[in-house]
């Protein structure tokens, strides 16, 4: 199945609908600006319209920033012009087949995605491939399975809107599926939320 469908269909109206989920934003903003600072060449993957881009951008000297959906890419580049950042690259691009050189980045960040991707774990695959030895991923995710409560509002949301979990992941589920895929994680928090979210920072083995 091509998932960039689902998220194409979404990028017109994608802002307004985070807006029920996004308590625990501006603490990954604050998070993230000291997690990536300095940072010489930072890929986000799944940047969607950009909730988290030029965060990124004001901390980072160099990112490129990619989703599966081109509609959503479109909205990000238009924003990206408009608001004159140089330091933001945008590209269409799927995170299991990402088109980069093997460890041509220092940072991969990837937020609130991993548990919507039907196959997290290629995902991760390839983040460890673009990444430099000792390369950093800061990867906040959505923890749909956190608890019973947040499982029953997980299985109702993809019984009636777009956003299925396809991984019900709760904190200690993320970080194992993490360390599976050659990273050792560094620091693990969980944020608090409708659905909280898991703020995890792993380093490339």
């Known amino acids: 199945m091509d998932e960039s469908h689902t998220w194409d269909s979404l990028a017109s109206r994608y802002d307004r609908i985070i807006r029920v989920f996004d308590r625990s934003y501006p603490a990954i903003r604050r998070r993230l600006s000291e997690d990536l600072r300095g940072r010489a060449n930072v890929l986000e993957v799944a940047s969607g319209t950009g909730q988290f881009t030029f965060d990124i951008a004001r901390v980072a000297k160099h990112v490129v920033a990619t ?80 608890d019973w409560t947040r499982r029953a509002v997980s299985r109702m949301m993809g019984l009636i809107s777009p956003f299925v979990a396809h991984t019900r992941l709760d904190l200690e589920s993320l970080c194992a599926m993490i360390k599976e895929t050659g990273f050792s994680v560094e620091r693990r928090e969980r944020l608090p939320g409708l659905l909280p979210i898991g703020y995890v920072v792993a380093m490339r083995e």
């Open 67 to 146: 989703d599966i959906s081109s509609k959503m890419v479109e909205c990000l580049r238009a924003a990206a012009k408009e608001a004159d950042t140089t330091n933001v690259e945008v590209a269409t691009m799927s995170a299991y087949e990402l088109d980069a050189a093997p460890s041509s980045f220092d940072a991969v960040f990837c937020a609130n995605a991993l548990h919507v991707m039907e196959q997290p774990r290629q995902a991760l695959h390839e983040f460890r491939r673009v990444l430099t030895k000792n390369g950093v991923l800061v990867a906040p995710t959505f923890l749909h399975g956190a």
